[in-house]
């Protein structure tokens, strides 16, 4: 019945949004094509979704309704040692370009609104490369990799159509995006402009319509690549109330609005795939479906048996739920217990397109031959990071480097690894609470449930058998010295190849407030100038212009005052 309406629902939806939506302007991992008229590469469609936890997927036993991806994930390959990093920017930035953070200078954290920064400019992107292939490229939904200059822009990055958000959390209705409390905009945007007509329309419902649109027109014999970066289930936790109904007898606020938004997903993944079949594009595409990282408990989420959540480097905040469906898969309905790194898609997914020349100056495995045929993994260890800015100025050397670190390596640095069975993990690496599911009810009890670990004074450095104790409930950091010195030497070496840290201080020209209420560009726009096509198909050439000194001036009044504010407060 629920399925029913919901369908109701997007058919419903797509004739609201269909006025909105104008034109759209190592083993080699070859898949053969024998179908006369299909084309050589297949069609790859990858589909990112938000704070999704370990526990909330039909097949790991949820009380979430997702009965379309147990489907797809039953027919294909699931993923049951896949990781990726545990926020936001970081894992899209390995997808992006098939690097570890600490080669692209983004081993900090994420992306802020008003940080100049983004992904460098002298790394190739995956859309860049599948262009180069006869890829026709489109990205739907979230971006999150940096938008100070145009040229760090989706479009200006290998993608031929962008629709969606450049910064990290938003309104799912009104595309109201703040940064801390002083710095509001909108920010929704088709290409390059941003989509003021397109407000009120729910984040999900939108994005799949525009992923219909898009292969409904798409020319079969050209090879597509699509990247679906959905914003749910992010906070803020909003759904349609059709989905919000089968929940609600979930006492738990953000568990009942959180699961919604699944819910609400699911069915939009069922109508991308009817599309797909519809448009003739199935019988020759990959579709890989994978969150961005662990769930965040507080806000609904849930990783249970795993430790940790989202933010951590705990199992719980990089252990992804991850799939592959395809027809080309020569192996279905199994579980691949192959060790495989969000960063394995970039050359994975060139493969698949014929265009990986070498893994050089990747980090990244071609792994098709291990999902689609059980061929042994060419990934056998993880640098999950390395993170000097997290050090405290204040931390001794003495007891971090010496006495923790065997003089190998400063333990006080966050950072994490998994080489083979075993997970080391130094430093500050996020609360680590088994945290069961519906533990959090709204109401004073909602601590209680909470299984804690209090960690001994001083300590940084955890060690666990990750195949044997994947729960991470028995460190042997004690017990197994010598497997700890090893792994602190393999962290070393990797430090010895990182470049340094880019962290760059928030920019207070980049407030919204300046750029006529939108997140957009700040830097670099002097002469810059866009080619776009009016309405009569011209096209005309838009300037950019110089910001005025009292623009400067303002933005300077404000980030004063918002400081003042700031101390106030703290």
Same mark, same amino acid.
């Given at each position: 019945?629920?399925?029913?309406?919901?369908?109701?629902?997007?058919?419903?939806?797509?004739?609201?949004?269909?006025?909105?939506?104008?034109?759209?302007?190592?083993?080699?991992?070859?898949?053969?094509?024998?179908?006369?008229?299909?084309?050589?590469?297949?069609?790859?469609?990858?589909?990112?979704?938000? =704070?999704?936890?370990?526990?909330?997927?039909?097949?790991?036993?949820?009380?979430?309704?997702?009965?379309?991806?147990?489907?797809?994930?039953?027919?294909?390959?699931?993923?049951?040692?896949?990781?990726?990093?545990?926020?936001?920017?970081?894992?899209?930035?390995?997808?992006?370009?098939?690097?570890?953070?600490?080669?692209?200078?983004?081993?900090?954290?994420?992306?802020?609104?008003?940080?100049?920064?983004?992904?460098?400019?002298?790394?190739?992107?995956?859309?860049?490369?599948?262009?180069?292939?006869?890829?026709?490229?489109?990205?739907?939904?979230?971006?999150?990799?940096?938008?100070?200059?145009?040229?760090?822009?989706?479009?200006?990055?290998?993608?031929?159509?962008?629709?969606?958000?450049?910064?990290?959390?938003?309104?799912?209705?009104?595309?109201?995006?703040?940064?801390?409390?002083?710095?509001?905009?909108?920010?929704?945007?088709?290409?390059?402009?941003?989509?003021?007509?397109?407000?009120?329309?729910?984040?999900?419902?939108?994005?799949?319509?525009?992923?219909?649109?898009?292969?409904?027109?798409?020319?079969?014999?050209?090879?597509?690549?699509?990247?679906?970066?959905?914003?749910?289930?992010?906070?803020?936790?909003?759904?349609?109330?059709?989905?919000?109904?089968?929940?609600?007898?979930?006492?738990?606020?953000?568990?009942?609005?959180?699961?919604?938004?699944?819910?609400?997903?699911?069915?939009?993944?069922?109508?991308?795939?009817?599309?797909?079949?519809?448009?003739?594009?199935?019988?020759?595409?990959?579709?890989?479906?994978?969150?961005?990282?662990?769930?965040?408990?507080?806000?609904?989420?849930?990783?249970?048996?795993?430790?940790?959540?989202?933010?951590?480097?705990?199992?719980?905040?990089?252990?992804?739920?991850?799939?592959?469906?395809?027809?080309?898969?020569?192996?279905?309905?199994?579980?691949?217990?192959?060790?495989?790194?969000?960063?394995?898609?970039?050359?994975?997914?060139?493969?698949?397109?014929?265009?990986?020349?070498?893994?050089?100056?990747?980090?990244?495995?071609?792994?098709?031959?291990?999902?689609?045929?059980?061929?042994?993994?060419?990934?056998?260890?993880?640098?999950?990071?390395?993170?000097?800015?997290?050090?405290?100025?204040?931390?001794?050397?003495?007891?971090?480097?010496?006495?923790?670190?065997?003089?190998?390596?400063?333990?006080?640095?966050?950072?994490?690894?998994?080489?083979?069975?075993?997970?080391?993990?130094?430093?500050?690496?996020?609360?680590?609470?088994?945290?069961?599911?519906?533990?959090?009810?709204?109401?004073?009890?909602?601590?209680?449930?909470?299984?804690?670990?209090?960690?001994?004074?001083?300590?940084?450095?955890?060690?666990?058998?990750?195949?044997? =104790?994947?729960?991470?409930?028995?460190?042997?950091?004690?017990?197994?010295?010598?497997?700890?010195?090893?792994?602190?030497?393999?962290?070393?070496?990797?430090?010895?190849?990182?470049?340094?840290?880019?962290?760059?201080?928030?920019?207070?020209?980049?407030?919204?407030?300046?750029?006529?209420?939108?997140?957009?560009?700040?830097?670099?726009?002097?002469?810059?100038?866009?080619?776009?096509?009016?309405?009569?198909?011209?096209?005309?050439?838009?300037?950019?212009?110089?910001?005025?000194?009292?623009?400067?001036?303002?933005?300077?009044?404000?980030?004063?005052?918002?400081?003042?504010?700031?101390?106030?407060?703290?």
């Amino acid at each position: 019945m629920m399925k029913a309406i919901c369908s109701m629902l997007f058919r419903g939806t797509s004739v609201i949004l269909l006025g909105v939506f104008g034109c759209l302007c190592e083993y080699d991992g070859k898949v053969n094509i024998e179908d006369v008229g299909q084309p050589k590469s297949p069609h790859l469609i990858f589909i990112m979704v938000d =704070d999704q936890g370990y526990g909330d997927i039909g097949y790991h036993g949820s009380d979430i309704h997702t009965p379309t991806l147990d489907k797809l994930a039953a027919e294909g390959v699931k993923l049951e040692n896949y990781y990726v990093q545990p926020i936001c920017s970081p894992s899209r930035s390995q997808l992006m370009t098939g690097r570890y953070q600490i080669h692209t200078g983004l081993q900090h954290s994420i992306i802020r609104p008003r940080q100049p920064l983004c992904l460098p400019p002298d790394t190739p992107t995956l859309p860049e490369r599948l262009t180069e292939a006869g890829y026709a490229t489109h990205m739907v939904g979230k971006w999150h990799l940096g938008f100070s200059r145009p040229n760090c822009l989706p479009t200006r990055r290998g993608f031929q159509s962008f629709l969606g958000t450049l910064t990290g959390s938003g309104d799912h209705f009104s595309y109201q995006s703040c940064d801390g409390a002083e710095a509001c905009g909108f920010d929704l945007h088709d290409g390059n402009r941003p989509a003021w007509e397109m407000r009120g329309n729910y984040s999900t419902l939108l994005y799949i319509e525009r992923v219909k649109k898009i292969l409904q027109s798409h020319n079969s014999h050209t090879p597509l690549f699509l990247y679906l970066s959905l914003q749910a289930a992010h906070t803020p936790l909003q759904a349609p109330d059709l989905f919000l109904h089968p929940y609600n007898k979930q006492r738990n606020r953000q568990r009942r609005h959180y699961a919604a938004m699944l819910s609400c997903l699911d069915e939009g993944i069922a109508q991308l795939v009817k599309e797909l079949k519809t448009s003739g594009l199935y019988e020759n595409s990959v579709l890989i479906y994978s969150s961005d990282n662990g769930g965040q408990p507080l806000s609904g989420g849930s990783n249970w048996p795993l430790r940790g959540g989202k933010g951590t480097y705990w199992e719980g905040g990089i252990r992804a739920v991850g799939f592959v469906h395809s027809p080309l898969l020569k192996r279905k309905g199994i579980v691949s217990r192959a060790l495989i790194h969000v960063s394995d898609w970039y050359p994975t997914l060139l493969g698949l397109a014929g265009t990986l020349q070498s893994h050089y100056n990747l980090d990244g495995h071609n792994v098709w031959g291990s999902i689609s045929e059980g061929l042994p993994c060419p990934r056998t260890e993880i640098l999950l990071n390395i993170d000097p800015v997290s050090r405290k100025p204040g931390e001794p050397y003495d007891k971090a480097l010496i006495f923790n670190g065997f003089g190998i390596w400063d333990t006080a640095v966050r950072a994490a690894l998994r080489v083979g069975d075993w997970k080391l993990l130094t430093g500050n690496v996020g609360d680590g609470d088994w945290i069961p599911p519906q533990a959090l009810p709204v109401g004073p009890e909602r601590w209680q449930k909470l299984e804690k670990r209090r960690n001994k004074l001083g300590k940084s450095v955890w060690l666990f058998n990750i195949s044997a =104790d994947p729960y991470e409930r028995f460190d042997l950091a004690e017990v197994r010295p010598e497997v700890v010195k090893h792994l602190l030497i393999r962290l070393a070496e990797y430090n010895h190849t990182a470049v340094m840290a880019r962290n760059p201080p928030d920019d207070p020209m980049a407030d919204p407030e300046l750029h006529g209420g939108v997140w957009s560009p700040w830097l670099g726009l002097d002469g810059w100038e866009e080619n776009r096509k009016d309405e009569n198909g011209k096209k005309e050439k838009i300037s950019k212009v110089k910001h005025c000194k009292l623009c400067k001036l303002k933005a300077l009044f404000k980030k004063v005052e918002s400081r003042l504010e700031r101390k106030t407060l703290f």
